[in-house]
T-cell receptor
Framework: ETGVTQSPTHLIKTRGQQVTLRCSSQ?????VSWYQQALGQGPQFIFQ???????GRGNFPPRFSGLQFPNYSSELNVNALELDDSALYLC???????????FGSGTRLTVV | QKEVEQNSGPLSVPEGAIASLNCTYS??????FFWYRQYSGKSPELIMS????GDKEDGRFTAQLNKASQYVSLLIRDSQPSDSATYLC????????FGAGTRLTVKP
């Protein structure tokens, strides 16, 4: 039991479509980050949210956007899907001041 | 661009040996350093964090940090087959960046 739940587990979308991935963090985890992990690669930082505001962003285009809600849940939205967006998307959360992140089990997105 | 570099491996050690995993990073201002373990098909799991120069030990794991050399390492003593996984080095706090990972195989 990691305390961080992601949904859905797997998803297949068509190029050009939009997708929303969801994450539910454990109570008190007010910092959440999203990562993209391609096969055989390390996780790539997309962005971080703290208290519902984005406070860090990696090298991803604006069509990657996010939201964090007061109930410790968050969303990753990707517009205009491209084939290269196919990857494992990981949500990670922590208490601010406790630097260790807990990862969810991920959403495997396939774009065809 | 903040970079984190790891030897991709694979690294193979016999059971009971010491496995040594290395990582370098580019951002001199980094203050937080982590090692994660990722089993195949699973998500990363935090195994060590280190913030100050020197060594930090936790059971069979020892993390070493040298900020002057921008170098972080992880030693696994008495390696077990269950340690076979990909080990990810991560650097940073508000924008934690990962290396590509080193695949470790511990042979019985």
């Amino acid at each position: 039991e990691t305390g961080v739940t992601q949904s859905p587990t797997h998803l297949i979308k068509t190029r050009g479509q939009q997708v929303t991935l969801r994450c539910s963090s454990q109570s008190g985890h007010n910092t959440v980050s999203w990562y993209q992990q391609a096969l055989g690669q390390g996780p790539q930082f997309i962005f971080q949210y703290y208290r519902e505001e984005e406070n860090g962003r990696g090298n991803f285009p604006p069509r990657f956007s996010g939201l964090q809600f007061p109930n410790y849940s968050s969303e990753l939205n990707v517009n205009a899907l491209e084939l290269d967006d196919s990857a494992l998307y990981l949500c990670a959360s922590r208490y601010r001041g406790n630097y260790g992140y807990t990862f969810g089990s991920g959403t495997r997105l396939t774009v065809v | 661009q903040k970079e984190v570099e790891q030897n991709s491996g694979p690294l193979s050690v016999p059971e009971g040996a010491i496995a040594s995993l290395n990582c370098t990073y580019s951002d001199r201002g980094s203050q937080s350093f982590f090692w994660y373990r990722q089993y195949s098909g699973k998500s990363p799991e935090l195994i060590m964090s280190i913030y100050s120069n020197g060594d930090k030990e936790d059971g069979r794991f020892t993390a070493q940090l040298n900020k002057a050399s921008q170098y972080v390492s992880l030693l696994i003593r008495d390696s077990q087959p269950s340690d076979s996984a990909t080990y990810l080095c991560a650097v940073g706090n508000n924008d934690m960046r990962f290396g590509a990972g080193t695949r470790l195989t511990v042979k019985p």
